[in-house]
């Protein structure tokens, strides 16, 4: 299994078959006394996600390493990296081999996003499977409707804009201390599993 940044990294991609679910939590403090002005206490200052992920086995082996992923988990106590598998950003330009600089559409994650330590570090999927994970050192706005991030260490491969997905890596536990798989016959099963965030114990990019 891959290693980065101190941990495991989950490099199966969900299976399709549903829409995926997202629940988002954000713990907060409400002060209201009846009557003048209600406060509200932010005290995780960040927002905490629960991913849902249905996890497609097409023989004994997917499952063995299913079976295995979960048992090196120990339920919900070893964290992971988890790819969102999602545009999170569109490449304006490819990235050259030798180049830190990556050059995406504006979804102003210069005000947003690099803020915080949780949504410094991104997976580019290339075209041919390939995953490759770097840290986001600086993000500045152009202000001409895009956005320059700075990784900490060039790709080593060019990072077509044309077929390149480039999606954030979330550091996660189980939701759960137990799974169920789900059988189609002697060969094909499927699991259903539930991941939450741990945005406040991610690494910082060095």
């Known amino acids: 299994m891959t290693t980065y940044a101190g941990f495991d990294v989950l490099e199966t991609p969900p299976n399709r078959r549903d829409d995926q679910t997202d629940t988002v939590d954000h713990l907060t403090g409400v002060f209201d006394p009846g009557l003048g002005k209600i406060s509200v206490v932010d005290h995780s200052q960040v927002s905490t996600v ?3 992920f249905s996890w497609f086995l097409k023989d004994r082996a997917e499952v063995q390493l299913l079976r295995d992923f979960y048992a090196a988990r120990k339920g919900r106590a070893v964290p992971f990296w988890l790819p969102s598998w999602q545009a999170d950003f569109t490449l304006v330009q490819t990235v050259a081999h030798d180049h830190t600089t990556v050059i995406v559409q504006d979804v102003s994650y210069s005000l947003t996003g690099f803020p915080f330590v949780s949504r410094r570090r991104l997976c580019f999927v290339l075209g041919g499977g390939t995953m490759l994970y770097r840290g986001i ?4 706005n152009n202000g001409d409707g895009t956005e320059t991030l700075t990784i900490d260490s060039a790709p080593g491969v060019d990072v077509s804009a ?11 536990r189980m939701a ?3 799974m169920t798989i789900n059988w189609y016959g002697t060969e094909g099963a499927e699991c259903d599993l539930t991941w939450q965030e741990i945005p406040l114990e991610a690494p910082a990019v060095t």
């Open 137 to 140: 050192t600086a993000s500045v």
């Open 176 to 178: 759960d201390d137990a």
């Open 162 to 172: 044309s077929d390149a997905l480039i999606s954030l890596l979330y550091l996660c």
């Open 50 to 52: 629960t991913h849902t």
